[in-house]
Nanobody
Framework: QVQLVESGGGLVQAGGSLRLSCAASVRFFTIIEMAWYRQAPGKERELVALIGRDDTTNYADSVKGRFIISRDNAKNTVYLQMNTVKPEDTAVYYC????????????WGQGTQVTVSS
């Protein structure tokens, strides 16, 4: 079983910055990719940013140039640096991992609320 524990959410003013963290309870060499998704009220969950095992990254168009996803293999942690945040970034942010455990499994964190005030 893999546990993903997010932290770092909260209230931030528009134009400010926030960093989310997701600590994984599995050795990184088994993780294929990790990502951040978000879900705003009344909307579907959407991909925000993804990082592969080889550190390749992919971003939603709405956050390109503002958000940065990174990972620290020594700490088994992935980060989402959120810069120049906007009110439309308000959502619950979920950490996601796709893991190779003889078969491919996917896991989700419990979510962390990010609220951007205008």
């Amino acid at each position: 079983q893999v546990q993903l524990v997010e932290s770092g959410g909260g209230l931030v003013q528009a134009g400010g910055s926030l960093r989310l963290s997701c600590a994984a309870s599995v050795r990184f060499f088994t993780i294929i990719e990790m990502a951040w998704y978000r879900q705003a009220p009344g909307k579907e969950r959407e991909l925000v940013a993804l990082i592969g095992r080889d550190d390749t990254t992919n971003y939603a168009d709405s956050v390109k140039g503002r958000f940065i996803i990174s990972r620290d293999n020594a700490k088994n942690t992935v980060y989402l640096q959120m810069n120049t945040v906007k009110p439309e970034d308000t959502a619950v942010y979920y950490c996601y991992a796709r893991v190779n455990q003889l078969r491919i499994n996917t896991y989700w964190g419990q979510g962390t609320q990010v609220t951007v005030s205008s």
